[in-house]
């Protein structure tokens, strides 16, 4: 019964800060990492228990992605709060590449040395939202593409690994998505091209 209820209230507290932390994410707020940070450290356990380890492991590995945005939004151009760019036609076979091959890797990593239940679903979404936060970090509005395909895939996860209340954030999440892309496009609009070449002679 007190693991029942200890977990329980883990995925509310996961819920919570998960939802402020795409919230703040969808608004350019530079606070989104701080509270990142302790979703992160939330569903390492979330996730661990459920036997999900490359989603649990993820979580260490957005801990370093947390500090890289932080410090991006916080002093380089993505400071400006309405800096966002598109991401560079050079970027996208790199970064299709970098996640077919991340997850391959973690998916025969995981069916060879894990008991995971869902191996090739735990990879993929795993890969998938490391080439997704990378981009969420250096503000180019295709991030929310990416998390939208993302959160789709980890609803079915989270439900097939019992995760209910997870399962119903995801849900959030994707409407948050929507709402983060259409705002992000909205300042794209606004500011006009000059910012969209100078992102991409960036690179």
């Not at 490359?54 to 709060?81: I, N, S, T």
Request: proline share 3%; net charge neutral; aromatic share 14%.
């Amino acid at each position: 019964m007190i693991d029942w209820v200890l977990a329980y209230w883990t995925e509310i507290l996961g819920f919570a800060t998960g939802l402020a932390c795409v919230a703040l994410s969808a608004r350019r707020n530079v606070w989104n990492f701080p509270i990142g940070i302790a979703n992160n450290l939330i569903f390492l356990v979330v996730f661990g228990s459920a036997g999900l380890y490359a989603l649990a492991g993820l979580q260490l590995v957005y801990l370093g992605f947390a500090v890289h945005g932080w410090l991006h939004w916080a002093r380089g151009v993505e400071q400006d709060r309405l800096y966002v760019a598109r991401t560079p036609l050079r970027w996208i076979p790199l970064l299709v590449g970098a996640g077919v091959v991340g997850g391959a890797v973690l998916w025969w990593a995981l069916a060879t040395f894990t008991d995971s239940p869902l191996p090739l679903a735990d990879a993929a979404t795993t890969a998938g939202s490391l080439v997704a936060q990378y981009l969420l970090n250096r503000k180019r509005i295709e991030n929310w593409y990416v998390w939208i395909g993302v959160d789709i895939a980890l609803v079915w996860l989270a439900l097939a690994s019992g995760l209910t209340i997870t399962a119903v954030l995801y849900v959030v999440f994707i409407g948050l998505c929507v709402y983060g892309l259409l705002s992000w496009r909205r300042i794209e609009k606004a500011t006009g091209d000059p910012v969209d070449e100078v992102a991409h002679a960036r690179g």
